[in-house]
């Protein structure tokens, strides 16, 4: 009998339905690439090379990322503080994204060999550089759902120090404040809704999607604390060592059938894993610290949540004007935008420390390009 599409590609059903269907989802990431990412499938399809789409998608990357640095500057104009540094960690992102990318290119554009171990390199590269894409895409949303609430509020204090100004109790210094935060913040959110459309189409069509499409992007899921407990730098460098591409490469290399040159290889590959030892203990305190940072986060906004619910329960009773209470409101908004934030940065981190114990992390090779 006739084989499926499903069963062609070595699915079930089921499974297949769900990567064929309208929702991008983060574990679907690997599938989505290997199925239908231009460059790869074409790949797996032909064993031959693609890489103008990835040159495309990092033009548009690097053209987001000098929008991102714009609001940089804009913030930093501002001592807007807190997010000048999301925009910054969306910067860094976009960096390892472009970095990623332009590897999965040259990897792509090496001949493939018969046991494709450069295609599976070239869609492991691609792979983590959608994840980093959706995590940057979901942090963008959040700072977009943040702008709007704080854009919101600030036009009903704007209202409110309006009406207090027409009753003589106020001046007019509240009203030019508020319709300054809510120019600034208008003025962030236009910047931020291109960058963040910029990120949509690449990570849709990076995923098999056409650029006009509107497919319904997912959560990015929570980080799991039990995984960062059992993380245990050690021992998973052994693993790292084991996947990591410049290494197996490194072992791989024929050499010069002489004792020298076999014992410059080994001392060069050992070099190597010391550098990669270093690197994996770097990205562990980096998943550490985002942990702390997140539990701090987490602490603040539930702070700023019982200090919001406290300020309504005194509002109606009169105890605090309306513009005491927005301003908890704000806080609250801006907490929580934090707190958003500080779960995306710490799955980042989990996602760059998993990358490298699964080989896909970068360490110099003295005397290689």
Known sequence: SQKTQAQLNGYSEEAWAALMDNNLNYD???????NFNPSVSFAWDN????????????????????TMEALVDMAKEEKDIENYYVYKGQIAAFNSMILNMNKTR?????????SNNSIRKAQHQMSSSVKLLMISYKNAEAQ????????????????????????????NADYIKAKAEVESAAAQLDKLLVSKEQLRRSLIILCGWQPEANPV???????????????????DIVKAIGNNYTLIEGRNES??????????????????????KIKLNELHQKVLSARNAC????????????????????????????PQYMSESLSFIQKNSALKSAKLD??????????????NVSIDMEGKE
Do not use: W
């Open 28 to 34: 679907e990431i690997d599938d989505l690439v290997k």
């Open 295 to 322: 539990q701090a986060a987490e602490i603040a906004a539930q702070s700023a949540e019982l200090n919001k619910n406290a300020a309504e329960v005194k509002k109606k009773v009169g105890a605090i004007s309306e």
């Open 255 to 276: 050499i010069k059938d002489s004792v020298g040159s076999y014992r410059a290889k080994r001392l060069n590959v050992e070099d190597q894993e010391g550098k990669l």
């Open 47 to 66: 064993y031959n090379k693609s890489s103008e789409d990835i040159i495309t998608n990092i033009n548009d990357l690097k053209s987001a990322k000098k």
């Open 217 to 235: 992007i997912g959560d990015i899921p929570e980080p799991d604390l039990a995984h960062i407990d059992a993380m245990n730098p050690e021992m």
């Open 346 to 359: 710490l799955s980042l981190a989990v996602f760059e420390y998993d990358d490298a114990v699964a080989g």
């Open 106 to 114: 040259e990897t792509l554009a090496k001949p493939i060999n018969s």
């Open 144 to 171: 977009e759902a943040s702008l709007n609430e704080l854009i919101s509020l600030n036009k009903s204090l704007m209202s409110a120090a309006e009406a207090m100004l027409k009753a003589g109790a106020s001046t």
